[in-house]
């Protein structure tokens, strides 16, 4: 009996042990979580991190502090500074940073960005550079020995040219500051140029759920990392979605063209090369691109020589070649010929080979299909005109211009830009703007057309039934435009692209949609709070370009693309 008495007294102590034990887990795990380092949990954002993934907080300090209290103004240029400064458009950011730093000189959120800004700018200025060291020895100071200070030295190690000590850092700096999404990201950019794709591919997907999926940079950086890695498929993948939401991004298309021209869809690669440019004119990439279309080959971990598609082509045209002269009434391989031609871009000789096809055979399979696909070539370039013609040319717009001033527009009037407010009456228009430059064309409606050497420019006003201003439409004519575009932008277009990205900003591009009933547009959207223009070519039309301009709380809700045809054609 003393025994059974003994052996459950134990099992009784053990069983009290455990569960003080466990109480004791339980308390320090608590404890933990209260006192020990911070987390985050991670949301669900597309090719960042599992959802739900804790990253440590670090040592990361509150850079928007103070940032709710500024004037509702202030805080929308801020968020706009920042939207300008992730789409590559560093100087813009740069302006609105300054400004604002210059009236909130602690405003920690607009020193530390515009400080990003500077980092990011392909070339610096003196006074630049001063503003740079300036912004640096304060955000030193303020937080010294810091994942973020670590993170500025390292992208100050960098801009002197020490890749290696610019690594080490930011490898701190990831490490004291791991939910920094600017230090990680810094962080994998550098893992991918000393050619840790597989670290820097980590890096970066943290990147992307730190910033909620919000910077297109993060994605740019992700899909050169599967680029590079040869994962073509997710590659395109990430490009589509991201393209998506950030569907002006000059890095994305550019890569997207990539894509298209491994898969032999050169001419989709070519207007994609052509919008970009029709955008940035000035982005190098775009250029290179297109002046080495066709020859670019896709990445690969082989250890042979990468054939560019050219080069692939050319193998296969000298395998074919000795067999068409052998057998020329064989039109199947006259055909391969043809197409190795094709893809290798050698546009006359495919042409020669399916001609010969159609006068052997006119019914031949798809053969007028294939002569048209021969028939397309790169545009010349354009070449700055000198010499007799061109003075000729300009003495001629001078004199037109001397001829009639009053309907001369200049350039920030170009496209239907009057400088009058929406809402305004008749009256307070046309003391702006000389009436007898329009003629009426309908109630409320006024049209005023001139010439400018070679486009024929129409723009129409149109007035509400209470009489006032609401919007404008733009037709321009191209009278010099003949030649078959094949699907290219037209000069025309892509001109007047340019000249309203410069007027309004850079646009959203949408692309070619098909309408229905053979309607096929190409346009580029502009929004704003009170404004939306929309600049259209209508496809078979390649020497006309319409625009529409409205007062954007005159639009009807719900409008979509295809939509705003009526009105691109309604003058």
Known sequence: ?????????????????????????????????????????????????????????????????????????????????????RGGNMHAAFEILEAVVQIYPDLLWAIWNEENTLFEMDSVTEPSRERMKLLDAKLQA???N??????????????????????????????KAPSLYEARLWYARLLKEDGHLVQAGNECRAAISLSSGADPRTYVLMANIYHDQGQLDSCAALVEYALSQFPADV??????????????????????????LAFRPDFVKASVALSTLGEKSPPGTGTGVALSPKDRAQVAC???????????????????????????????????????????????????????????????PVVNKTGLAE???RAVDSLRGTMAPSTKHDFTTMLGHYLVRYGATPGEFFKKYAIGNFRP???????????????????????????????????????????????????????????????????????????????????????????????????????????VRFDKT?????????????YLKEF
């Open 251 to 276: 890095e994305l298309l550019v890569l997207q063209g990539y894509l298209m021209e491994y898969q032999g869809r050169f001419e989709v690669a070519e207007k994609l090369y052509h919008r970009i």
């Open 1 to 85: 009996m003393a025994t059974s008495t003994a052996v459950a007294r134990k099992a009784a102590y053990l069983f009290l042990t455990l569960c003080v034990g466990a109480l004791l887990a339980f308390g320090a795990f608590r404890l933990y979580e209260e006192f020990g380092p911070s987390k985050i949990s991670v949301e669900a954002v597309p090719f960042g991190l599992p959802a739900g993934t804790s990253v440590a907080r670090g040592d990361v300090p509150d850079l928007q502090t103070g940032v709710s209290g500024l004037p509702v103004q202030t805080q929308a240029e801020l968020r706009r500074a920042v939207e300008l400064f």
């Open 391 to 393: 003075h000729l040319s």
């Open 441 to 547: 064309v309908r109630a409320n409606v006024w049209q005023e057309s001139f010439y400018e050497a070679p486009y024929r420019h129409t723009y129409t006003i149109v007035f509400d039934s209470l009489n006032h201003f609401r919007e404008v439409h733009v037709a321009v004519y191209d009278s010099s435009s003949g030649g078959n575009h094949l699907g290219v932008a037209p000069e025309v277009f892509t001109r007047l692209l340019r000249q309203n990205s410069r007027i309004s900003g850079i646009g959203n591009s949408t692309g070619e949609t098909d309408c229905g009933d053979g309607v096929v547009i190409d346009a580029a959207v502009w929004e704003t709070q009170d404004n939306f223009e929309i600049l259209a070519r209508f496809i078979g039309t390649p020497a006309e370009v319409r625009m």
């Open 142 to 144: 303020l937080f010294p």
């Open 554 to 566: 005159a639009l009807p809700p719900g409008l979509k693309l295809c939509d705003y045809t009526r």
């Open 318 to 380: 000298d395998i074919l070649e000795p067999l068409v002269e052998k057998y020329p009434e064989n039109l199947p391989l006259r055909e391969a010929l043809g197409l190795a031609f094709l893809k290798g871009r050698e546009f006359d000789r495919a042409r020669t080979q399916f001609r010969e096809i159609l006068n052997r055979d006119p019914e031949y399979p798809d053969i007028q299909q294939r002569i048209q696909e021969a028939n397309v070539t790169k545009p010349a």
């Open 146 to 175: 810091t994942g973020l200070s670590s993170y500025l030295d390292s992208r100050k190690a960098f801009l002197v040219g020490n890749s290696s000590l610019a690594l080490q850092l930011a490898r701190v700096a990831a490490e």
